[in-house]
Nanobody, 125 residues
Framework: QVQLVESGGGLVQAGGSLRLSCAAS????????MGWFCQAPGKEREFVAH????????SYSDSVKGRFTISRDNAKNTVYLQMNSLKPEDTAVYYC??????????????????WGQGTQVTVSS
């Protein structure tokens, strides 16, 4: 059974940084692209970032480009999201996901077949 466990969320002031981690188990981690999504209260789940199987290719939403960095360590079965210059509008629950459907674009939640439970990020002004 595939499990994804996020950690690293919390409360931070605007302009601060957080590093989220997502530990994966249950299938060969390096065979799958990984993504991060966020969901604020009353809003739909939104794409944040994606990283390819080797880590050689990444993509970001326009709202986080230049501030967030996605990375992965295949030896540790872990994907990270470094979040810098945080803004109050970044406040949301952040989810990592494993991209099991290669034929669907990485920015669509439908491309991912396993999800973590989420970690709360709150940015105060």
């Amino acid at each position: 059974q595939v499990q994804l466990v996020e950690s690293g969320g919390g409360l931070v002031q605007a302009g601060g940084s957080l590093r989220l981690s997502c530990a994966a188990s249950g299938r060969t981690f390096s065979n799958y692209g990984m993504g991060w999504f966020c969901q604020a209260p009353g809003k739909e789940r939104e794409f944040v970032a994606h990283i390819s199987t080797s880590g050689g290719s990444t993509s970001y939403s326009d709202s986080v480009k230049g501030r967030f960095t996605i990375s992965r360590d295949n030896a540790k079965n872990t994907v990270y999201l470094q979040m810098n210059s945080l803004k109050p509008e970044d406040t949301a629950v952040y989810y990592c996901a494993s991209k099991g459907r290669s034929y669907i674009p990485a920015n669509s939640p439908a491309a991912y077949d396993y999800w973590g439970q989420g970690t709360q990020v709150t940015v105060s002004s």
